[in-house]
Structures are given as structure tokens and as C-alpha cells.
């Protein structure tokens, strides 16, 4: 797979210089351009949909062998660009995406591209369908160029599996320093790297937003519910979104706007690309997620004119302490004191997705792919076990049904009560947590969140998050907008 991909970049990155020579274009930036210059450079004719695609796969070329970040190249990817002129030269333009290159995460269903999940079982595997988030893409005009590395099975596989590593895929190299996490599951390496313009990452308790802190990225994380998950390899529907990835505020919103579901139970959005005004926005900063980290964002806020209030979460420390059960020790009957909500979740939701493959798919039931595993360790199926897979695998869909509900009933009480309590009492528009640590909470609760590079700690990237009430998202983003404009933070990883 891998000589594959560097056989078809490399040809790329020579048919980038015979396109800007026959045509007669400037070599066109692509490092660190955000989707509205790209527009503009493609309104101007100083650049096309091809061209922007061959950039993008002259830089595969010459840097993915080091940091591993794709899984697969869309064959058809320059066929597209060519179609996709063609409609701009006769005077149709989809949207604000039209010829804009988006990679996808290796657990969204493609029919170009196989989608593996990194799992061996999937190796090579082509679903017979796309993805609810791949069709709007394309409908909008992007050109779904690639496939993400992930975390194998968003990583709910193994205790203990690095973040970005794979048994199909291996492991990904976070491009700021190797010796740097690169996140999970979601990849934020391609993305930082300007191998496109933004990516679609999922998450169900912070693989979006861990993976954007890695990298230095924008990230959003929905509403639950406001894109599809249809498509999707799952943990649990209860928590599971996707969401865009990108490097500036503008760009991930544009992004969100066209992958929004007809079903979303929030209003659509409407991106803004100039600055919007956040004098009174009342941000609320909990005592007990402080962080010095914070100082460069409050600074930000103050000076756009938003109100920043210290609080707390008042279940902040049962949230904590009801952790999910995760690994052996949180075996059948050695699971009282966690949730088996994503246990529980994964045996019902992955089942169910197994069978909208039909006939094709590579095994039928979270068992078979179990013994599959067992069978191809030799191969390194599982190098670091399937204790995941194992406990969610003894769940019994219809007799722990009733222990289901109530975890789920907790979950949300604790996770919905807490912010919800602390929205209202403060009136706040967002709460702002350092990196990524208030994910888990925000997941549960199915609430947005945006994250915008603040800066490094230490020479690692760091972001801030900005957390609302459910459909909040065009709030958090005008306050994440003005943030990223004071502070500027975004740098291009140094190669």
C-alpha cells in the first residue's frame, strides 16, 4: 500500500511542474493557505483545481515517508480537479469548497479508497458505499483526496495502544518532533503538514480535539447529531461525531458548513470570514481545569472585550470518578464503579454496521473479527492485544440492556448537569479548557467544542478549547475566531 502511494506522488509531484508550464500558472502556495485564498486564487487564474491537487501530492511525495500520515490516495483525484474546472470555467462553482483538496479519516467509508480502520482484518477492504460526510463533501465540490492514519478502530482496540498507530497503517509521526505524541485517533499530521486543506476526523471522547492540540490545528467538535455518522466505523452512537480539522477558524467552519446533516438538530451555520464582535462574551475558566497555559487566551479575550469569570463545575470530580470501563480490569463483573456505555456501544453499534457492508464485508460480527485477530497475530494483528474489543465482546445486547440505560442516564446526569449548571449560572457563552481537558465531559454531554492553537509548552503544541450548550457552535467559533487573531499562533511545522 505504502510504495503505492509513493509511486503515484512522486509521478505528482513532476505533472505539478509540466501543469504550471503548459499552463502558463504561478506556482501556487499551498503551505499554511486557507480555503478562502485558494478560492481566490482559483476565481484569479492563478491556480486550478488540478493544480492545487498535484501540490498536494508533490508534498505526499516529498515528506510522508518521514511522518507516515496517509493511509490511501483517491486514484481518481486529478480526474475530479479536471471535472471540477471544467464547471468553474463554464461558470458553476458548488460552494465555497469547489476544488478545495479534504482528506478523510481511515474509518469513514469510501468507495474510491479502501477504508480499513488500520484494522488487518479490513486491509484493502472497499465498502459498497460511501459516507454520509463523503457524499456532502463531494457535493460541495471538494475532492476527498486522501485517507487519514488513525488509531486503529478509533482506538478501541487494545489497553494501552500508542495514539496514530495501526496494524495496517503502523505509526504516525507527529511533524513538530518525533519524539512528540502525535494524538488519537483522529490525524492532525497531514493537515498541519498542508498535505491538504482540512480533514474530517471523528471522535466519541476527544479524538478530535487531542489530536488538533498535537498539531497545532483548529479543530470542532460538534453537536452531536449535526453531521452524519452514517458510514462511520463506531464506538458507541451515543457519543460518536465527525468534524473538520483544518488550520485556521475560517477554514474549519467552511468545512462544517457543507457537512452538516439535513437531519442536524441545530440551526446550519454561517461562516463568517471577517472578525466578529465579542465585546461581553462571558467566558467562564474552572477552577479546577487551571492551567498557566491559559494566560496567552484570557490576554486575547480581554482585549477583544469578553468577560472572563472564574467557576466551577460542580461535578467535575464525580465526572472523574465514573470513568468508562475500559481494558481487563473492567471485565464483566469487575465493572460496578465505571460506565459501559462505549463497551456496550461497540458490540451493538459496530454489529450494525458489519451489516450495511452485506455480503462484502470482511467479517460479520465483533466475534468473527476477534478470532480473526487471534488468528493473524503472527502477523501482527494485535501487538498490543484486543482487550477492547474482548470486554465489549462478552456484552450481551438484550440482557445488559437495563445496566446500559442507567450508565447512559448517569453519564449524561453528570456530564449535562455539571455544564448545564454552570452555563446558567453564570450566563456564559463557552467555558475555556487548557488543551484538550475538558473533552471527556463535553463528549458525554453530546455538547461543541473548538480548539485553537494558543502557543507551545515546552516546544509541544498546545491549544485552548472553547466548550458550549448544544448547538452553540457559531458562538464558539466567533470567540475562537478572535483569539487565533490576537494570538496568531499557528505556525507551519518546521520542514
Same mark, same amino acid.
Given at each position: =500500500? ?36 485558494? #478560492?481566490?486564487? =482559483? ?14 501530492? !508533490? ?9 507516515? !500520515?496517509?493511509?490511501? +490516495? ?28 479534504? @482528506? ?8 474510491? =479508497? ?35 492514519? /488513525? ?12 495514539? /496514530?498507530?495501526? @496494524? ?11 519524539? +512528540? ?35 497545532? +490545528? ?18 458507541? @452512537?451515543? #457519543? ?36 466578529? !464582535?465579542?465585546?461581553?462574551? $462571558?467566558?467562564?475558566? %474552572? ?30 470530580? !464525580?465526572?472523574?470518578?465514573? #470513568? ?37 464485508? %470482511? ?6 473479527? $476477534? ?17 477492547? +474489543? ?60 473548538? =480548539? ?40 507551519? %511545522?518546521?520542514?
Amino acid at each position: =500500500m505504502q510504495a503505492w502511494i509513493k509511486r503515484t506522488a512522486v509521478l505528482a509531484a513532476s505533472l505539478t511542474l509540466w501543469a504550471c508550464a503548459t499552463q502558463r500558472l504561478e506556482p501556487f502556495d499551498v503551505v499554511e493557505s486557507t480555503i478562502p485564498e485558494m #478560492q481566490a486564487a =482559483m476565481a484569479d487564474g492563478r491556480t486550478t483545481a488540478i493544480a492545487l491537487v498535484d501540490a498536494s501530492l !508533490a508534498r505526499i511525495a516529498a515528506h510522508d515517508d518521514d511522518l507516515n !500520515a496517509v493511509m490511501a +490516495l483517491n486514484p481518481d483525484a486529478r480526474a475530479i480537479a479536471r471535472r471540477l474546472d471544467a464547471e468553474r470555467r463554464a461558470g458553476t462553482v458548488r460552494g465555497a469548497l469547489h476544488g478545495i483538496p479534504i @482528506a478523510v479519516k481511515d474509518i469513514i467509508n469510501t468507495t474510491a =479508497m479502501p477504508t480499513t480502520g488500520g484494522a488487518l482484518a479490513f486491509d484493502d477492504y472497499v465498502p459498497p458505499y460511501d459516507a454520509d460526510v463523503v457524499t456532502r463533501l463531494e457535493a460541495a465540490g471538494a475532492i476527498v483526496i486522501a485517507k487519514t492514519t /488513525n488509531t486503529e478502530l478509533a482506538n478501541w482496540v487494545a489497553d494501552g495502544m500508542p495514539g /496514530n498507530y495501526s @496494524a495496517v497503517g503502523g505509526q504516525g509521526v507527529n511533524p513538530y518532533g518525533a519524539h +512528540l505524541e502525535a494524538g488519537g485517533s483522529s490525524s492532525g499530521i497531514g493537515t498541519a503538514m498542508s498535505f491538504w486543506a482540512a480533514s474530517i476526523g471523528t471522535e466519541t471522547s476527544g479524538s478530535i480535539l487531542y489530536p488538533s492540540n498535537a498539531t497545532l +490545528l483548529v479543530a470542532i467538535k460538534p453537536t452531536l447529531g449535526r453531521v452524519s455518522t452514517r458510514g462511520i466505523m463506531p464506538i458507541t @452512537a451515543d #457519543q460518536d461525531v465527525a468534524g473538520p480539522m483544518a488550520r485556521s477558524v475560517v477554514d474549519a467552519a467552511l468545512v462544517l458548513a457543507a457537512i452538516e446533516s439535513d437531519s442536524s438538530p441545530c440551526a446550519p451555520l454561517e461562516p463568517a470570514t471577517e472578525q466578529v !464582535a465579542i465585546d461581553g462574551a $462571558r467566558i467562564g475558566v %474552572p477552577r479546577s481545569f487551571a492551567s498557566p497555559l491559559l494566560d496567552s487566551a484570557l490576554d486575547a479575550l480581554r482585549a477583544r472585550g469578553a468577560m472572563v469569570i472564574d467557576v466551577a463545575i460542580l461535578t467535575a470530580d !464525580a465526572n472523574r470518578n465514573w #470513568q468508562v470501563c475500559a481494558g481487563p480490569d473492567d471485565a464483566k463483573g469487575s465493572d460496578d464503579d465505571c460506565s459501559v456505555v462505549f463497551k456496550y456501544g461497540m458490540k451493538r453499534d459496530f454489529n450494525a454496521y458489519l451489516a450495511t457492508l452485506g455480503e462484502s464485508a %470482511p467479517v460479520k460480527t465483533l466475534t468473527a473479527l $476477534r478470532a480473526f485477530n487471534i488468528d493473524n497475530a503472527h502477523r501482527g494483528a494485535i501487538r498490543y492485544g484486543q482487550a477492547q +474489543l474482548d470486554i465489549s465482546d462478552e456484552m450481551d445486547v438484550a440482557a445488559d440492556r437495563e445496566r446500559y440505560l442507567a450508565d447512559r442516564a448517569k453519564d449524561l446526569e453528570l456530564a449535562r448537569g455539571g455544564l448545564d449548571g454552570v452555563f446558567e449560572a453564570h450566563r456564559l457563552d463557552a467555558l475555556l479548557f487548557p488543551r484538550s481537558s475538558g473533552a471527556p465531559i463535553a463528549a458525554r454531554a453530546g455538547y461543541p467544542s473548538v =480548539m485553537v492553537p494558543a502557543g507551545f509548552d515546552g516546544g509541544a503544541p498546545y491549544g485552548v478549547m472553547f466548550t458550549g450548550p448544544a448547538c452553540s457552535e457559531q458562538r464558539l467559533l466567533e470567540i475562537a475566531h478572535a483569539v487565533e487573531q490576537v494570538l496568531g499562533a499557528r505556525i507551519a %511545522p518546521p520542514r
